[in-house]
């Protein structure tokens, strides 16, 4: 019987952060911890001790390997396949996802985010028959698919039996990744600890003073401690300590493994080379290896004898250090020779991924066959949605390929890939290798159109205010080559405009409705009827475009969820140039519904935020708010700071200071993003309405009407009317009002025919006023536009009290305070509020926005009013990238915060009109 094993010197505080954690999971309470430290600094004896005395829990491990570190969702795999007796019991989607991310299916490549949501509820359902601890050592070198799913599900654990516990070098894990992750820092042991460790590991007895300089000089490093203590001699200690410099742990215990190897037999020292050249461990591949290499069959056993690997099932290197000097410590041309062996044995065991990875390893310079076998590994990986692994694969397949445009193909394509994982920083190492003279003109509208791609994501002001040009520029190239990728790219040249709007250079809206035009004649199909409509609302009278515009609209309404997510956001743009804001929220409703079942986080991001914008319009603040927490929530799970998602227009609508909004549009401008300040502008101009800042607001809307961009300055126009007709200047806004009367004798919607009568009220004498008052209600009633609704009572109600009708005043009045309160738009509700008082009436104050969700957090009210429109836990889980449990746990908070039983109940309190 072995004996037990010594406790665990100086680690109780970390001991019991870590049983807290798994005691937790034990009770319902999910939750993670990523432990760092430096080499040998006691991460992985920490996680076994814990998960050791953990008691009822059931333990899944999938260490990081540096083999996999480029096979996507490797280690994934391993740490979900004892657990798919459950895989029945999630939703069919991500069921499918994972099965295609591990391979084992074939099927439209997963994005990594809907394979997280996955493995969320995988680990959620199994923690219903036990509770679980997922176990994760070696974390830098998991793949990057892996970390990615890891990390976003440490992020999401909430209400579940499930505890994830990963560790990893402290400096080898990309921030970016596993931002949002609970972390422990390990470091080293307390003076007293370290010398009681030495002691206890000592041959014979230590002096005490050089005990206590040994734990100094190791920084209480317990793996230096045992292995090191015993080499550092008194002047060793005495010249390390003149100098400021800390000893060099893991470069000293690493030559400290390679002297240990060095007094090893050949044939063991190259055995140790095989099982560390294959990393995984596995005992029948490393045995295999060895008898290709004519090895003895005790090679292994000096090394077991010494204590640097154990060999059962699977071997293990003592520490990743020794790995590292048994791998690094041997001649190139025995490297070489052993990945040649590892190559043959993987593809004969069927994994040509890992047979390729070896075999690049095993070539010097340039090999076109060796690159050929990593582009196909490459593809298989991006088959299975491991873009970034595709990318790193595509990468090296360059590095091996002759010196010729062949190379420069391959790093564009790995740069595509990059960008579309999101990894711009790769993108652009991989764009700085390219020799753009040696591209042709396809492959270089590509680059021209990578380059658009990664100045977006990454921010570059100069390339968001050139973005459309650029596009044009590549669609120039693809001209008569390929007409499909021209058209991409001239309705990408349209779409990116938008984003920097009057603000872009090198390029004029007459310039772009022409070019999109043309392009609309290249191919039939979809794409041209969509730059044919783009076309006619740049570029022809607005009688003219409407049909053109309408038929465009009417393709996207009847497109399937995969056409929607193919076809972006144009649509936004046309429909609000329709002024048919329903249907502009139901497509962005629609597309980001199969943004998420698709795992789609770049599209769902950007259709959540806006619908954060258009909700301002449609539903008003209050729904803008939920949008926009969706927004930061979602930003939250995949480990960007939420808190930075900012809706400048809507802080200017809830009754944020007019200097920070000023101060955030011009920041928003400086970047590039022309948009997000004109947004932010007509915010600040409607919010000075509001206040009664008439003549501000007058001077806000000249110059931004003046300089025409499509269908937001005809969103302007209404605002332009009621601010000059108040600041007295009416006639100066009549051309306002007949345009907006135009657009109404043309699109026809509630929404228009409520602006424009409202605004002809405003402009009309006493006589006709009313009339135009009461059909601008009629209308609004039965449009989606409550904020516009709202404030037709408004002024309506201000008319009469101008009128003398008090009585008729009070009744508009309470109705617009009463809207204004329900959608949370504070000025707008004092307005009225004020208005209300001045005929006579006491009104007792209420917050914009106050109701029963007052008393329950951003994410309970978010999912108590999906549960009040009547979604199931399972669809408001997928919405908002959380396990059913959540919902559930959620919703038995809400239920006590409010007092309800039921859904039912909820939805009373909670209306969703």
């Known amino acids: 019987m072995d004996a037990p094993s010594p406790p665990i010197l100086g680690r109780t505080d970390e001991l019991e952060r870590l049983g807290a954690l798994l005691g937790g999971a034990r009770n319902g309470h999910g939750g993670a911890l990523l432990i760092r430290g430096e080499p040998g600094i006691g991460k992985s004896t920490i996680l076994d001790e814990a998960v050791g005395a953990a008691r009822g829990l059931r333990v899944v491990r999938a260490d990081g390997y ?9 280690a994934l795999q391993r740490l979900t396949a004892p657990l798919a007796e459950h895989l029945a019991s999630i939703p069919t989607r991500q069921a499918e996802a994972l099965r295609i991310a591990a391979g084992l299916d074939r099927g439209n490549p997963p994005d990594r985010f809907l394979v997280g949501l996955g493995v969320l509820s995988l680990l959620a359902a199994a923690g219903e028959d036990a509770p679980l601890a997922c176990v994760i050592d070696d974390g830098h070198l998991l793949d990057p698919e892996s970390l990615d799913v890891i990390a976003f599900v440490a992020r999401r654990l909430q209400a579940e039996r499930v505890a994830v516990l990963l560790a990893a070098r402290a400096d080898e894990l990309p921030e970016t990744r596993i931002a949002g992750v609970s972390t422990l820092r390990l470091g080293g042991l307390a003076a007293l600890d370290a010398v009681q460790l030495l002691t206890r590991s000592a041959d014979e007895s230590i002096d005490p003073y050089l005990a206590v300089r040994i734990a100094e000089e190791t920084g209480g490093n317990p793996l230096a401690l045992v292995d090191l203590a015993h080499e550092l001699t008194a002047r060793e200690l005495i010249a390390s300590s003149l100098s400021e410099e800390p000893l060099p742990i893991g470069e000293r215990l690493e030559t400290h493994y390679r002297e240990r190897l060095a007094e090893l037999p050949e044939p063991t020292r190259l055995w140790l080379l095989t099982a560390a050249a294959e990393s995984t461990g596995d005992r029948t591949v490393i045995d295999a290896a060895a008898v290709g290499l004519g090895l003895p069959p005790d090679a292994s056993s000096a090394a077991e004898r010494s204590d640097l690997v154990s060999v059962h099932d699977t071997v293990r290197f003592r520490h990743p250090l020794v790995r590292l000097a048994a791998y690094h410590g041997m001649p190139a041309v025995d490297r070489r020779r052993v990945h040649e062996v590892l190559s043959t044995l993987m593809v004969d065991h069927g994994r040509d991924d890992l047979g390729a990875w070896h075999a690049a390893s095993a070539t010097v310079g340039p090999d076109a066959d060796v690159a050929a076998r990593m ?4 593809d298989a990986a991006g088959g299975r949605g491991g873009l970034v692994s595709r990318a790193r694969l595509l990468a090296r397949a360059a590095e091996l390929t002759p010196d010729g445009p062949g190379r420069d193909l391959r790093l564009l394509a790995a ?8 990894a711009a920083q790769l993108a652009a190492e991989l764009v700085g290798r390219i020799d753009v003279a040696r591209l042709d003109p396809v492959s270089q509208g590509r680059l021209l159109m990578l380059r658009v791609g990664m100045a ?4 570059d002001a100069e390339g968001v205010l050139t973005a459309s040009a650029t596009m044009l520029r590549a669609a120039e190239l693809f001209h008569g080559l390929v007409p499909d990728l021209e058209q991409r790219a001239l309705l990408a040249a349209f779409e990116v405009l938008l984003t920097a709007e009057w603000a872009a250079r090198d390029v004029t809206l007459p310039d772009l409705g022409r070019r999109v035009t043309e392009g609309a004649d290249l191919v039939d199909g979809p794409r041209a009827i969509a730059l044919r409509a783009i076309g006619a609302h740049i570029l022809l009278p607005y009688p003219e475009a409407v049909p053109i515009m309408r ?12 056409e929607l997510l193919e076809f972006g956001n144009f649509g936004v743009a046309l429909t609000m140039g329709l002024w048919d804001v329903e249907t502009c929220v139901r497509l962005l409703e629609r597309t980001a519904a199969a943004a998420r079942d698709a795992g789609a986080i770049q599209v769902l ?5 806006l619908l954060s ?16 927490a969706q927004v930061r929530d979602l930003r939250h799970a995949i480990g960007y700071d939420g808190e930075q998602v900012v809706n400048v227009s809507y802080l200017a609508w809830s009754g944020a200071p007019y200097e920070v909004v000023e101060q955030v549009a011009e920041q928003a401008l400086a970047a590039g993003f022309g948009g997000v300040w004109t947004l932010a502008m007509t915010g600040l101009g409607i919010r000075e309405i509001a206040d009664g800042r008439y003549r501000d607001a007058f001077h806000r809307f000249e110059p931004m009407v003046e300089r025409a961009f499509l269908q937001v300055t005809y969103q302007q126009l209404p605002e332009y009317v009621e601010a000059g007709a108040r600041a007295g200047r009416p006639e100066a806004v009549r051309p306002a009002l007949a345009r907006l009367q135009l657009f109404a004798s043309e699109s026809r919607t509630p929404w228009i025919l409520g602006v424009a009568e409202r605004s002809a009220a405003l402009l009309a004498g006493d006589d006709d006023s009313e009339r135009h008052y009461r059909a601008a209600i009629e209308h609004l009633t039965r449009s989606a536009a409550r904020a516009d609704l709202g404030r037709a009572h408004l002024v ?3 008319w009469l009290r101008r009128m003398k009708r008090r009585r008729e005043a009070r009744e508009q009045l309470r109705l617009a305070l009463d809207l204004f309160t329900r959608i949370a738009a504070p000025a707008f509700a004092a307005r009225a509020r004020r208005e209300l008082e001045a005929t006579g009436e006491h009104v007792p104050h209420r917050e914009p926005g106050g109701s029963a969700a007052e008393a329950l957090t951003p994410q309970e009210e978010t999912v108590a009013r999906m549960a009040a429109e009547g979604r199931t836990n399972a669809e408001i889980g997928a919405t908002l990238f959380i396990s059913a449990n959540t919902v559930d746990y959620h919703l038995r908070k809400v239920f006590r915060k409010l007092g309800v039983t039921s859904r039912r109940q909820l939805a009373e309190r909670l209306p969703t009109d």
């Open 66 to 74: 540096e083999a996999e570190a480029a096979m996507p969702f490797a």
């Open 375 to 378: 582009e196909r590994a490459a």
């Open 415 to 422: 740069a595509e890939t990059a960008t579309a994982a999101g």
């Open 456 to 459: 977006l994501f990454l921010g």
């Open 551 to 562: 038929r465009a609209v009417d393709l996207l309404v009847a497109a399937d969820d995969a």
């Open 605 to 609: 991001d950007t259709t959540l935020w």
């Open 613 to 628: 914008l258009l909700e301002l319009l449609h539903s008003g603040p209050a729904a803008s708010a939920q949008y926009t």
């Open 796 to 798: 309506y109600g201000e």
